[in-house]
């Protein structure tokens, strides 16, 4: 039995330290984390964009319940989606979003299926986290929806962060 206990890997990484949501109900919810990064969904058909913590496990609300697939044809006719990974850090002059990547999704709610590249959606994570800027593949509706989430959120992180993500965000 000891050998069996040995065997089991020990994980040993920590995408988030603090959940802004863990054990206070609701507190907090909507609210980038300081810690690191943070998922924001930008609904492209309604125009807006929230925090939604459960992405960072692929259990967003948007994601759950449904099945997603590479292929763009099982989601046909579905909504569209961005995952934006969201890394602050601080400078001498103050907090910063200083990594912004963002990911395609495509929902289709009749269907139950989805279209997201899993591998795209980790590495743009750690893009975001190595302080990266990957937003001009995104379409012109969705840049100023998300432009104006990030100055909403903070206009001082928005002004300290690099002129590189107000210019793709243009």
Do not use: Q
Request: net charge negative.
């Amino acid at each position: 039995m000891a050998n069996e206990e040995k065997s089991k890997p020990k994980m040993g990484f920590t995408i988030i330290k603090n959940d802004p949501t863990d054990g206070h109900k609701g507190f907090g919810i909507g609210s980038l984390s300081l810690e690191n990064v943070s998922p924001v969904i930008v609904d492209v058909a309604e125009g807006t964009a929230i925090v939604d913590i459960g992405a960072m496990h692929a259990k967003s609300e948007v994601e759950r319940g449904i099945k997603f697939t590479t292929n763009r044809e099982d989601s046909a006719g579905g909504k569209n989606y961005w995952l934006v990974w969201v890394t602050i850090d601080h400078k001498e002059s103050g907090a910063y979003f200083a990594g912004v990547t963002a990911c395609e999704m495509v929902v289709n709610r009749e269907k139950r299926r989805g279209y997201k590249i899993l591998a795209d959606h980790v590495n743009r994570m750690d893009k975001s986290m190595k302080r990266h800027i990957i937003v001009d593949h995104m379409d012109a509706p969705s840049k100023k929806i998300l432009a104006d989430f990030l100055k909403s959120h903070n206009e001082e992180m928005w002004n300290n962060s690099d002129e590189k993500l107000a210019n793709d965000l243009a």
